[in-house]
Structure formats: C-alpha cells, structure tokens
C-alpha cells in the first residue's frame, strides 16, 4: 500500500508540472487580429497586460501590437537562420527569442534593473512586463510618447542609440513595418475599448451578472 501511495505521489506531481509546462507553452491565439478575442480566450493574459499598464503606464494596446508584430504571439519564435555562403546554416540572425523577441543581452539588462531574475522570456507575463519595461525606458531616453505605437517600435527594433542617430530612415522597410505596427494598436485600442469593461469583470461574473 505504501509503494502504491508513493506511486500516486510521484504521479500527481509529475502532472502538475506537466500542466505547469503546458501552461507556459500555449498556442498563439486563434484570432490574433482582434484584441477582445485574444483576451476571452487567453483571460490570464488580459490580467498581465492590465498589470504592466498599472505598473509602467503602458496602454495594452501598444506592447500587443509590438508582439504580434515581432512574434506573432509564439511563445518559442525565433529569428531567422543565418547562412555561410547563403547554403550553410550558421545559427541565427540574433539572440532575439520567445513572445517579445527580446536580445539575449536587453534582457538581462531588463533582469538586472528589475530584480525578475527568474523571469523566462516564453512565459507571456514575463514577456510583457519586458515590453512595458522597455516602452518605459524609450520614453525616459528618447522622449518617445508611451502612446506612439511607431515611435516606440522604431526604437524596439533598433535600440535607443540607433534611433537617436536616424538609422531607420536607411530602412525603409521597417519604416512600413512600423506603421503597420502603428496602425494595429489603434484597431486594438478601438476594440478593447468595447470589451474592456466585460474582461475586467471576467467570464463568472458576465455568466450571472452579464
């Protein structure tokens, strides 16, 4: 009886981190182009946007919009392959991994400033707090509005030096790439605005008081 209470033991803790590891290895959403539709199905997530809104004064639809961008809400993406004579696969372009793309060494930085040093770049709340984090310190260095969706990703993508000295405007494929960027968090920014008050009240409350 005792190997068998044992067994029960182990095999209830190995569930556990199983549903544990899951959890943070979810799928990307089933309709990523309406923000409302992103947070029923994913309720957890609302709660850490809200909570990086409250903690960094960054508006949800912002750092959402950065993310589909940069990852399409993948919790492993990666960046592309880079290549030797462009036929021999040679790791990758970057160090950039998981929802927010973030490089190996803006990270740490983020770990280090933040004391989270726990914190995984493939667990969506971590994720998050990064971009809040990050759309905060643009707005201390480069005077960047937390609003200005373009703005904000033109320095995600090339760093603060970089923005400071114009290095976007010798790529003019990212200058549209930021305006696509620009463009979903207004759509997003309208769509939670519909939605909002239903995901701060949750699914129990709408099912009796809705």
Known sequence: MKKKSKNRVLYGAATVIALSLSGCASPPPKSPDNICHIFEEKEDWYHAAADVRDKWGVPIHVPMAMMYQESSFKHDALPPRDYIL?????????????????????????????????????????AIDFMGWFINKTYKVNGVSKWDAYGQYLNYHEGWGGYQQKSYLKKP??????????????????????????LQHGWFWNLFFG
């Open 86 to 126: 462009g036929i021999i696969p040679w790791g990758r372009v970057s160090s950039a991994y998981g929802y927010s793309q973030a490089k190996t060494m803006t990270w740490e930085d983020y770990q280090r400033e933040t004391g989270n040093g726990w914190a995984s770049r493939s667990d969506f709340e971590d």
């Open 173 to 198: 494929w990212l200058v549209r790439v930021s305006k696509i960027v620009k463009r979903r968090s207004m759509t997003y920014a309208a769509q939670l605005n519909k939605c909002e008050e239903d």
